[in-house]
């Protein structure tokens, strides 16, 4: 999607073994999101970052980590990747949080499979 | 937990006709988006109803919203094929910081 890429758009890795996902936006919002999207649970909301340095836990943050060292740049770590985590990865970005009137914009996601 | 469940999960329709789905949620909100994700991609925002509006339009989309029985429906007139696409709805957490997802329903629309 315009403004926001996500990389890389495929992955697979071996069970635990670190790994990193990177959301990058063009579009100089403040608000970041991680979201996982499996089947029959919807997306679930990761971790999130309202700004430079500023982040917090979602739903299902365990065995995950995030940094946020760029407003452009939100990097999400799998620490020890496990097969429950084999999962399409959507970040998303935002101007001023769930207030705003466009919504949030997503990238196209990521697809891990970890084996 | 989820915050907003779609109903139904799946709906398969003709082209020209109506589709209506619904979502309900648990604890009081702000606003309340709709969002469509075509197979293969990220979603897109298609509107969003405040917690004070009853009603709002947009194209051939038509969103209501019941706060007292909270719950929302989402209609699409006169479908096409291209709008088969799964739809969520989408509310605040609780401390009002992120947008929280429903399961999504399933759209098919054939021609």
């Known amino acids: 999607d315009a403004g926001i890429t996500q990389s890389p758009r495929h992955k697979v890795t071996e069970t635990g073994t670190p790994v990193t996902l990177r959301c990058h936006q063009t579009?100089?919002?403040?608000?970041m999101y991680w979201y996982r999207q499996d089947p029959g649970h919807g997306l679930r909301l990761i971790h999130y970052?309202?700004?430079?340095?500023?982040?917090d836990k979602g739903e299902v943050s365990d065995g995950y980590s995030v940094s946020r060292s760029k407003t452009e740049d939100f990097l999400l770590t799998l620490e020890s990747a496990t097969s429950s985590q084999t999962s399409v990865y959507f970040c998303?970005?935002?101007?001023?949080?769930?207030?705003?009137?466009?919504?949030?914009?997503f990238g196209s996601g990521t697809r891990l499979t970890v084996v | 937990s989820q915050q907003g469940e779609e109903d139904p999960q799946a709906l398969s329709i003709q082209e020209g006709e109506n589709a209506t789905m619904n979502c309900s949620y648990k604890?009081?909100?702000?606003?309340l988006q709709w969002y469509r994700q075509n197979s293969g991609r990220g979603l897109v925002h298609l509107i969003l109803?405040?917690?004070?509006?009853r009603e709002k339009h947009s194209g051939r989309l038509r969103v209501t919203l019941d706060t007292s029985k909270k719950s929302s429906s989402l209609l699409i007139t006169a479908s096409r094929a291209a709008d088969t696409a799964s739809y969520f709805c989408?509310?605040?957490?609780?401390?009002?910081?992120?947008?929280?997802f429903g399961k999504g329903t399933t759209l098919s629309v054939s021609s």
């Open positions: 604890t009081s909100i702000n606003n």
């Open positions: 989408a509310t605040n957490n609780q401390a009002g910081t992120a947008l929280i």
């Open positions: 970052s309202y700004g430079v340095k500023d982040t």
């Open positions: 579009e100089n919002h403040r608000y």
């Open positions: 109803i405040r917690s004070n509006e």
């Open positions: 998303a970005i935002s101007l001023i949080g769930p207030q705003s009137v466009d919504g949030y914009t």
